[in-house]
């Protein structure tokens, strides 16, 4: 009966952990799209990002790679029955892979495209 709570406590740890890797990560590419927008979109391509936005670079350039691999993680949990008992942790993952979901189909448009090139390029 132990391991069974202490492992219900790591995947409880493990699935707060996996939300809050990919909230992070979509929070990230928000403040990069939001600085983007407000600050210096009129001067593109002629300036290159400011110095204050290195989350939002790396956000923008290589995001996709560490929000794609936590996708790969969360929808075979979202699928469980152990998770679904659960429903405040089911939430809390369904929306942090949600939002994740979103940032990378925003990452394939052309204004995504555009929001790369100008923090890579």
């Not at 069974?4 to 740890?13: D, E, M, S």
């Not at 990919?22 to 990230?28: D, E, K, N, R």
């Not at 956000?59 to 794609?68: N, Q, S």
Request: aromatic share 12%.
């Amino acid at each position: 009966m132990r391991t069974g709570t202490k492992n219900q406590g790591g995947l409880t740890r493990w699935t707060w952990t996996l939300a809050l890797v990919q909230l992070l990560i979509v929070a990230m590419y928000a403040y990069g799209a939001i600085a983007y927008l407000t600050t210096e979109a009129e001067y593109f391509p002629e300036q290159s990002p400011p110095g204050w936005a290195w989350p939002a670079v790396i956000a923008v350039g290589v995001g996709f790679i560490p929000a794609l691999l936590c996708l790969a993680v969360a929808l075979p949990k979202l699928n469980s029955s152990g998770l679904r008992a659960d429903r405040r942790r089911w939430v809390g993952l369904a929306v942090a892979s949600s939002l994740t979901g979103l940032m990378l189909l925003v990452m394939v448009t052309p204004p995504g495209w555009e929001l790369f090139d100008w923090y890579v390029s």
